[in-house]
């Protein structure tokens, strides 16, 4: 079955650290894609990052990076030079090859970033 | 950029009426998808619709709820006689293509309280 983990509910780093938001996902599919979502506290979702199982290569974009590690299902989400804004919940998410309709979200990390 | 837009906002109603979450998915989606989150929680599948009928649906969608398309643009989900466990923010979301981990793009919520 299909199950996304995130084991840090909540995390406070200080404004400018880095810091790693861990995910780890379980499917019995070869062929899968996995996302990152923001919600910020105005509710919404914002789409971050879709990764396919065969693309195992980091992925950057401007302060936010990903690291996808098929060998111990993980997909690790960093920010670096953290700022306020990123203060938000994370939500991992999963979808198995042909069942893109329905993406299995994990609980989601509540991230504050302190001033 | 193109979104998804939802209406209400957010609406209070009572215990045993009908509500209609109203939804304005991206103008070329072809899937239409509604997701639930209760407070504090992780964000849930409720049911996938593509050419006018449902292609898929969770255990969470039981008969007090239906979907529709009624003209072609908006897409609707309707909950017969609510309860107060169906307090919760519902997503409608939409993509273009299915079945190859496509993008699903979320709208910002309807949160919806049941007293």
């Known amino acids: 079955a299909q199950k996304v983990t995130q084991a840090q509910t909540e995390i406070s780093v200080v404004e400018k650290e880095d810091v790693t938001l861990d995910c780890v996902y379980e499917?019995?599919?070869?062929?899968?894609?996995l996302f990152w979502y923001k919600q910020p506290p105005s509710g919404e979702l914002v789409f971050l990052i879709r990764?396919?199982?065969?693309?195992?290569q980091n992925e950057i974009s401007g302060r936010y990076s990903w690291n996808f590690q098929k060998s111990t299902s993980s997909f690790n989400f960093t920010i670096t030079a953290s700022q306020v804004v990123d203060s938000a919940v994370y939500f991992c998410?999963?979808?198995?090859?042909?069942?893109?309709?329905?993406?299995?979200f994990g609980k989601g990390t509540r991230l504050h970033i302190l001033p | 950029e193109p979104e998804v837009t939802q209406t209400p906002s957010h609406q209070v109603t009572q215990m045993g009426q009908e509500v209609i979450l109203r939804c304005v998915p991206i103008?070329?989606?072809?899937?239409f998808y509604w997701y639930r989150q209760i407070l504090g929680q992780k964000v849930e599948f409720l049911v996938s619709?593509?050419?006018?009928?449902?292609?898929?649906k969770s255990e969470i969608f039981d008969d007090q709820f239906s979907v529709e398309r009624p003209d072609g643009s908006n897409f609707t989900l309707k909950i017969r006689s609510t309860k107060l466990e169906d307090s919760a923010m519902y997503f409608c979301?939409?993509?273009?293509?299915?079945?190859?981990?496509?993008?699903?793009?979320f709208g910002e919520g309807s949160w919806l309280t049941v007293v």
């Open positions: 979301a939409s993509s273009d293509v299915s079945g190859s981990g496509n993008t699903i793009y």
């Open positions: 499917t019995r599919d070869t062929t899968y894609y």
């Open positions: 990764r396919n199982s065969f693309d195992e």
């Open positions: 998410a999963l979808s198995e090859a042909g069942r893109d309709d329905k993406i299995i």
């Open positions: 103008s070329n989606h072809l899937y």
């Open positions: 619709f593509y050419n006018n009928e449902i292609s898929e």
